[in-house]
């Protein structure tokens, strides 16, 4: 590998002794120029702390460049490169040279003349399948395309943490990382498609049997929670094959259709119902794909996280029926002992229910607020069947029709309390949480505040991206899957983040569900993988 600066055809960079050796000496002459600054003008202090930091970082920048000559220079590190060219998913033609421009985190720029695989395509191959070339050498190190990982993490971060991509790249700007918006954008947008190839490779492997079951969760209370929030999506129309050339300076026209993202959080909980907020957890994810999809996400975390052996797993959730629907066949996939699983109603959905009947019913003013606090002290000790009691004889002495909305209602309250989900007496005598808050912050910390907004509009794809980036930045398990995401990557870099899910509205009643039937030992899978 060579490695220089300024240009192609710049200056190869030193060694690491004489690079040290160069910035110390041209440190010694800064700092007598910032001493007298700083005597001349004390106000001036944090300007000379921004030229010692942005000093420090191309010089920090100039070791990295040399330490990369010297690691590439060494026989152990062909090894490497060779073992990562053999473990290539794909099949590769012979290394030839190329020359990159690589931008690091202190914003140096580097042009780098690496071997390049490209890949080959077999007999079998479709000629529309996109395959994607190998860098061995860049691999070894995680470089993404056109910078490196450290510079490549940073802008996502900042990108997801930010209200918007111009607030990221001012931010960005004052850090002393200056690139344009569109690469700003480019590099969030390949950092979170990254991630999600890697949890499609980990589902698809979990399917096949080759994922372990994990033990985070191994003799513990669980929580699991679902909900779904709002986005506003960006949907370009299809241009009509008139003949007529598009004039100049007009904007291709989209639809804005709405879109209910998918969110799961699973954590601990004590004895008193509240969230245990220990390392790694909880966990959060979530997709745009649809409520199979989700379902098949719950069931895949619940395996790796090992929910089968928890002490109790309790499913909380409002009364949306595309979850309760699924929750079944969640349990089964996943292999939950049905007599250690609950699944509760969140208390102010139902109570809120309760309300809707009312205001049906015609009560208004103080009558309806002092049947509302009767008929929730009832809820609240478990005692639905009175409830449902009460709204139907005022609903027979109104004599309202089958149909009428009222009957919804309490056909809801009914049927939740027949399967056992209001029992809220006993779930907080038994430290069970009976509120669905978790999920209710998590989608809005995690969309509601980045992906929905006004005049705000999303790709599918850039929505899934911003949306996995986020969730695992605030569910604190960042660093931990950039190192498997690194792993997967460098043995094949193609990305295809969508998977079919199974339908679950077509499964027959008697059709068992069972989980993944797990591979021997002397083939365990390791998760990072490429499928």
């Known amino acids: 590998m060579e490695v220089r600066t300024d240009s192609k055809n710049g200056a190869s960079v030193a060694s690491p002794a004489a690079t040290l050796k160069a910035f110390q000496v041209e440190t010694q002459a800064r700092k007598d120029r910032w001493t007298e600054q700083l005597q001349d003008a004390p106000d001036r202090f944090v300007d000379i702390e921004q030229q010692i930091d942005q000093h420090y970082r191309q010089g920090a920048g100039q070791l990295l460049a040399s330490l990369l000559v010297e690691a590439t220079s060494n026989p152990q590190m062909d090894e490497q490169v060779e073992g990562i060219r053999r473990n290539s998913t794909i099949r590769l033609r012979i290394p030839e040279p190329r020359t990159l421009k690589i931008r690091l985190l202190c914003g140096l720029v580097l042009w780098i003349t690496t071997s390049y695989c490209a890949p080959r395509r077999g007999k079998n191959t479709e000629t529309t399948e996109q395959l994607a070339g190998l860098y061995p050498e860049l691999a070894a190190f995680g470089f993404g395309k056109g910078c490196s990982p450290a510079l490549q993490y940073k802008v996502a971060q900042i990108v997801a943490l930010s209200p918007s991509i111009d607030v990221a790249w001012k931010e960005l700007r004052r850090e002393g990382i200056v690139l344009d918006k569109k ?37 513990r209370r669980v929580a699991v929670q679902i909900d779904g929030g709002r986005v506003r999506l960006r949907e370009n129309k299809k241009r009509k094959k008139n003949g007529k050339k598009k004039k100049a300076g007009t904007r291709q026209k989209f639809d804005t259709p709405w879109r209910e993202p998918k969110a799961l959080i699973i954590f601990e909980f004590n004895e008193h119902g509240k969230m245990v ?107 639905y069947d009175e409830v449902v009691s009460d709204l139907k004889k005022r609903a027979k002495r109104k004599k309202l029709k089958a149909k009428h909305e009222v009957w919804t209602e309490i056909r809801y309250l009914e049927n939740h309390g027949v399967d056992g989900h209001l029992h809220y007496a006993t779930f907080r005598r038994r430290g069970i949480p009976c509120g669905s808050g978790a999920i209710e912050s998590t989608i809005r910390r995690v969309i509601n505040q980045r992906l929905k907004s006004n005049a705000m509009y999303w790709l599918e794809e850039n929505a899934e991206a911003m949306f996995t980036i986020r969730a695992l930045l605030l569910c604190d398990r960042w660093e931990e899957t950039l190192g498997r995401v690194r792993q997967t990557m460098a043995r094949n870099r193609r990305i295809d983040w969508q998977w079919c899910a199974p339908d679950l509205t077509k499964l027959k009643a008697d059709e068992s569900v069972s989980p993944p039937s797990p591979k021997t030992r002397e083939k365990q899978y390791q998760p990072a993988v490429a499928l």
Not at 186 to 199: P, T, W
Not at 307 to 326: H, P, T, Y
């Open 277 to 383: 907020k220990k390392e790694r957890q909880p966990l959060i994810d979530g997709t745009l794909l649809g409520p199979d999809h989700l379902a098949e996400l719950v069931a895949f975390h619940l395996h790796r996280l090992g929910v089968a052996q928890a002490e109790l797993v309790v499913f909380i959730s409002d009364g949306a029926r595309w979850i309760w629907d699924r929750l079944e066949w969640i349990e089964r996939r996943a292999g939950l002992d049905s007599s250690k699983t609950m699944r509760v109603l969140d208390f102010c959905h139902a109570v809120h229910h309760i309300s809707l009947a009312l205001a049906a019913l015609g009560l208004a003013g103080d009558a309806r607020r002092k049947t509302y606090v009767h008929l929730r002290k009832l809820l609240k000790k478990s005692r």
């Open 183 to 219: 690469m700003v954008r480019r590099i969030a947008k390949q950092v979170g498609l990254e991630l999600l190839e890697l949890r499609r490779r980990e589902l698809f492997a979990w399917r096949e049997g080759w994922l372990p079951a994990g033990n985070d969760f191994a003799g």
